[in-house]
């Protein structure tokens, strides 16, 4: 994948699509696995783990340690679990027919 | 607003800008003045030197995208209208850029007939502009709204967004006939609507099938609500100088104070914390003998996550919910206030939800 993308780079635009997955980090903040994909930024995936770690620390700090912290934007829908310090994040863009009519994300 | 409409367009191809430009400045009854830009750069300090009505957008741009500049845009100039038109066919994308708050979304007309409907879509938003003059209630009040709905017989739904709280007064004939909030309904519902200080409106097409539970006429029912709302916020004021202080010993005052002990009373509630936000940098809070770290914990995970909303550009952040051994944690952001409330570990997250969204629906009224 590394060496393809090498020849295939991505269109020069800045317009990023919001992708669905995960990808789990370890307790330094360092990403350790991905299913998303690499057209996805890193610095991206970063920005939201080291959110998500900084939430749970200071949850702890807190005397209130979390296992789990869902954050719901309007677009996208981010699901973080603690792992040993480090975590894993699910991401699940949401959309507009999903809003207007939830019974479609029931649908098989 | 100037008296000839002036629109932006923002596009990276030189002869999609010709073409809409001539289009738009010939072909529409008003006869708006059209200006072009090329790039995000150049758009944002056309809008800063200049007074614009609609800016039409299209998001695949090289460095700054059109997502990057609709964020701009709405955040700096809220009553300019805002259109992506793009030839982007996402899903996705679509539901971001309304998330973002842009007015319509158009994928480039490729037959006559689109084309026809998007320049009709457009001289709308300009009339619109030119005869109503506001943006959802922010120069009118609800009651104005329902006044002239109602004067001109007209049969509709009206929803109003409050924070994250959504109402829907419906009218048929100039008559209310029904009302309704989260978990509420008819003329309570109304009154709660009615008591919301800020937000934004959107007239919808009648809902003929809805079953009336107001019958009290719209004159009635506007100073009934006007009366309810009067005797709260006396006896918020005499409940005030009756106990000096809030629970649990929170600087609190008026509204807040009675609203904590409400809310403390719900099922499934552990502790409350309500902050003040931007000038107002107060500390409310309900079953916590030291907010601090909980302070700490609200105003930092808003913030962070905000930050990062914006930098995704996923639209508003919503809410936050956390579940631990020891409790459930919510966090939101609700009009004036940053909602922080507990709930036991043993409540199921469905529970959570809905009670939760029952906190910020009184919050918010």
């Known amino acids: ?108 | 607003m100037p008296a000839q409409p002036k629109i932006l367009l923002l596009d990276d191809d030189q002869d999609f800008l010709d073409l809409y430009r001539e289009m738009l400045s010939q072909h529409l009854p008003s006869m708006p003045e059209v200006r072009a830009a090329n790039s995000g750069g150049r758009a944002l300090s056309l809008l800063e030197s200049e007074q614009f009505n609609i800016l039409i957008v299209d998001l695949n741009l090289p460095k700054m995208d059109g997502l990057q500049v609709v964020t701009i845009a709405r955040r700096k100039y809220p009553q300019l209208r805002l259109v992506v038109l793009t030839g982007i066919r996402d899903e996705q994308f679509r539901t971001r850029a309304y998330a973002l708050g842009v007015d319509q979304y158009w994928i480039k007309p490729e037959t006559d007939q689109e084309m026809g409907l998007f320049m009709e879509s457009i001289d709308s938003l300009i009339n619109r502009e030119a005869q109503a003059g506001f943006r959802g209630v922010q120069s009118k009040s609800l009651v104005d709204i329902i006044q002239l709905e109602c004067l001109s017989q007209s049969s509709c739904m009206l929803k109003i967004i409050n924070g994250a709280t959504e109402g829907k007064i419906y009218i048929q004939s100039g008559e209310v006939i029904d009302a309704e909030v989260p978990g509420v309904n008819g003329e309570p519902a109304f009154q709660r609507i009615l008591s919301w200080k800020t937000g934004s409106f959107e007239t919808l097409p009648a809902d003929l099938t809805r079953v009336r539970t107001i019958f009290s006429s719209y004159q009635g029912l506007l100073l009934n609500s006007a009366q309810a709302i009067d005797e709260a916020a006396s006896l918020d004021q005499v409940a005030t100088a009756e106990n000096g202080a809030a629970p649990a010993g929170a600087p609190a005052v008026g509204n807040v104070a009675s609203m904590l002990t409400e809310v403390s009373q719900m099922e499934g509630v552990e502790f409350v914390l309500a902050l003040g936000v931007e000038k107002n940098r107060s500390q409310n809070f309900w079953g916590l003998e030291n907010p601090k770290p909980m302070v700490e914990f609200t105003r930092q995970t808003l913030d962070n996550f905000r930050a990062l909303g914006e930098r995704l550009q996923v639209g508003e952040l919503q809410q936050i919910t956390g579940t631990g051994p020891q409790r459930k944690v919510a966090v939101a952001p609700c009009g004036n206030s940053e909602l922080c409330i507990g709930f036991p570990p043993a409540l199921s997250a469905e529970q959570m939800r809905d009670s939760f969204k029952n906190i910020l629906t009184k919050w918010a009224s």
């Open chain 1, 1 to 108: 994948m590394g060496f393809l993308s090498r020849f295939f780079k991505p269109a020069d635009t800045g317009l990023i699509h919001l992708p669905a997955g995960s990808f789990t980090m370890d307790r330094d903040g360092k990403i350790m696995t991905s299913t998303l994909p690499q057209s996805f930024p890193s610095e991206h995936l970063r920005a939201i783990g080291d959110q998500v770690l900084a939430s749970f620390r200071s949850a702890k700090k807190a005397q209130m340690p979390l296992a789990e912290i869902v954050i719901q934007y309007s677009a996208l829908k981010l699901l973080a679990r603690e792992l040993r310090g480090g975590a894993i994040v699910f991401l699940s863009p949401q959309s507009l027919n999903q809003k207007l009519n939830p019974k479609l994300k029931k649908s098989p």
